[in-house]
């Protein structure tokens, strides 16, 4: 079956729908992608890829309830804030971050009210920044990620243990060498927190899946990752942060949105990416820091602060040639038809 | 005499306009909804009822000087935030927060100057929301009422005491066993507190006083108050913070927006309503534990920010119909003449 | 050599451009201004007037290189918030904040990076703010100093001592009694801290800096410095926060801003400005409060978000006229033009 048609399809659309908005987590308008993500998160724990399904599905469903643009809710674009702020609210509040823990009813009803504020949010954000053709990135998941986790630590009926993830650099030794799992483990570790997987194989299959849509995609994830980590050692942040990927899935966003999805890849471009990347590094280490007393965790925060920073900030500059997000689809699509517009 | 005619009166007029003010606290630009509004404050502390014409006098006062539209003083717009502004700085320097003091003359002078920069902030906001259609709501009470109060607790001159009055949920019992008066002086204080009236009386006054002019709007203070006091519930919050009202009162003020107000009343945006009523709930626990540690109180923030991503974002939706904040004037009017073009 | 002649000039106009640039820091569109306030920043120390040089060069080469608007460039308006960036990154990492410490190479890299950001944070927020005709003011440096500073304090390979300065008044003793040098230090100190040199001899020469270029602004500058002292002191501020400029360095920048510049100067306007001043001082001493626990000096924020709340909110009072960024000069100019329309 034609996979175009499966999108249209009256009843199986949505199956469809909700697996683009698991892949448009990593920019990936493909249900393959989406397929190949749950098969990482399953990889490493059937809860998360359970409750990941759960928030794009209310997330979409909410779009559609509302009647929502049916364009925006076939790209999968209502779902994944949903499965993201799914993912984050279990993963803060189970025992175990690397497996999380089955939602008890009251989770599952926090959650699915979350997921489907992501929806709103959406659409609320997408106004607001419609004028300026930039997207609204994964803030509404960020924003509704902060407001709720905050609330389930103090209702009886929902049992969050303490954070049983470090949140900030300086909760790592700072004594600990650099060594080669550092890398390997540290940029696969970092494609996998994109989506709260402490499992660096889970990282790689995601990149995988990636690579299914977009070869330039899945490259610039890695160059991310990996110059994220390699801007942590020559600065000397914690080794144990630098393996667990946190530096760097911020760092693998941006290089995501700006290599070549947001902007037409041109040597100048790629040149504005690795500085966003290097940028993001930074400030994922500040705001980690500046929330560690809140106990709040930085989420994809930095990566949308320095991706709408730099995609707004281009429309001043003539040195980069913008895609407005209508039309982004893959960095390799992008290129064509900028080269066809321009030969 | 008509009480239109006295809101164009040229010096009864003022009179008329800061009455109005004070009803847009609860969305009601009606000077004898304002009246019983001043009743029930007077009731509760002859302090509270001084200082909100004080405040709503100078945020009118303000606005007329610096030449603002007409339209807008005359429907009592640059009234609510300082008349809300002028309570918040009289509650929380206060030793007891239930009756307030009368401030000194530094701490007059201080409420002067918050009171005329609401109406700043008010055209500000307003100038920015414009194209979106949203109203600038409590924002410039919030905004002020937050960068002022912190000043306030360094000044020599002005002698604040600790806070008197307990912030967040968490610093109530979490035994209290929840009773009768949980609900019916946890609404009527809910409706109390959207004007720091710890008292339940006086809120039910108020709902009558909503009930005058709008008695759509004066049902959904109700239903906003009492579905926050059932979540709170549910989900286990104390019981002191549901008597109080403090779980209730940003979800009244939700209630009000979105329950008629600035969506027609129709099924759909009921239910959009009360998922708005549930999220500003949890989201005032989850923003004042935020806030605790830096001693700040919520004040209306998270109804503004439910409200405004609602209400932002539904113009995304076609399942709602908005009305515009220029032609919002009450639930019964807006079904009419929604009534009206489509029959 | 005529001075409009080398701002054109192939090779030597970039030297024009960079000068302009930390003119621009007080809105003074002139070498001649920027040779001065180099001169006081050199008087006071090397560090930091080479320091405000870096800063300037990578902000405007940014700019350069990513092909921005050449207007823009050539005002220097791409180099201020480099210049402030380079000096705050240094002022609050080094043992001493007096005279600063020469950085190490990786603080190099940090103050490029961050340099070269505001530059792309500039033109983001020119392009959010131009539908309303506000100007990106200081924010880029703002934000760009608080995210950078965070970061720099948990990498290893940077050095950042406690912070020197205190950053909030009640670091302040509050029994030390006003004299004499609380006023006029205060006053120099308060134009000082604009470019954080803690020495008011080096303020009065960029008061004088001013006057080559503007002689309202500079007679505003020690108008918002004066009457923020004597707001502090009014409502009993510490003196040793007054003396060191503390409340003042806001308030002075407000008062260039509002003074003439972005509003035809009338009597109209000069009260909005004093009222504005007042405003901004309160306000210092509210978020230098609220920062404190987080370690984060107050930068120049709250003249940034006065201004913005009160030149955004001016377009809604017809008793102002406001002057749109582009059209901006100096106070004198304004006025000419706005007689010379007028009669």
Not at 305 to 314: E, P, Y
Request: charged share 10%; with cysteine; glycine share 10%.
């Amino acid at each position: 079956m034609d996979l175009k048609t499966l999108q249209d399809h009256p009843t199986l659309g949505f199956v469809d729908w909700t697996l683009r908005g698991i892949g448009q987590v990593v920019f990936q308008n493909n249900m393959l992608t989406g397929i190949v993500i749950l098969i990482a998160l399953f990889y490493n724990s059937w809860i998360y890829g359970s409750i990941c399904i759960l928030g794009a599905v209310v997330g979409t469903l909410t779009a559609i309830l509302l009647k929502a643009d049916k364009g925006l809710i076939k790209d999968g674009l209502f779902g994944f804030n949903g499965a993201l702020v799914g993912l984050a609210l279990v993963a803060f509040t189970s025992e175990s971050f690397r497996t999380g823990a089955v939602p008890s009813a009251y989770m599952v009803a926090y959650i699915v009210f979350a997921a489907a504020f992501t929806s709103i949010l959406f659409s609320s954000l997408a106004t607001l920044l419609g004028p300026h053709k930039v997207a609204a990135l994964t803030m509404p998941f960020v924003l509704t990620g902060w407001l709720f986790l905050f609330a389930v630590l103090k209702f009886d009926s929902i049992h969050a243990g303490p954070l049983a993830k470090p949140i900030s650099p300086d909760q790592f030794p700072a004594t600990a060498p650099y060594n080669l799992p550092t890398w390997y483990m540290g940029i696969g570790n970092a494609i996998g927190q994109i989506f709260f997987q402490d499992n660096w194989i889970s990282g790689y299959i995601i990149v995988a899946g990636i690579a299914i849509n977009s070869r330039i995609s899945a490259l610039m994830a890695l160059i991310g990752a990996g110059l994220a980590a390699l801007v942590a050692v020559i600065f000397g942040g914690p080794e144990g942060a630098i393996r667990d990927g946190l530096f760097g899935y911020n760092a693998a966003l941006t290089a995501l949105a700006l290599g070549g999805f947001f902007l037409v890849l041109t040597p100048a471009s790629f040149l504005y990416t690795l500085f966003g990347v290097v940028v993001t590094t930074w400030l994922w280490a500040s705001v980690a820091i500046f929330l560690k007393p809140i106990g709040m965790p930085v989420l994809t925060s930095t990566f949308v602060v320095v991706t709408w920073a730099m995609l707004i900030g281009q429309y001043g500059f003539k040195a980069l040639v913008p895609v407005p997000p209508a039309e982004a689809t893959t960095p390799e699509d992008n290129l064509r038809r900028y080269h066809g517009t321009h030969t």
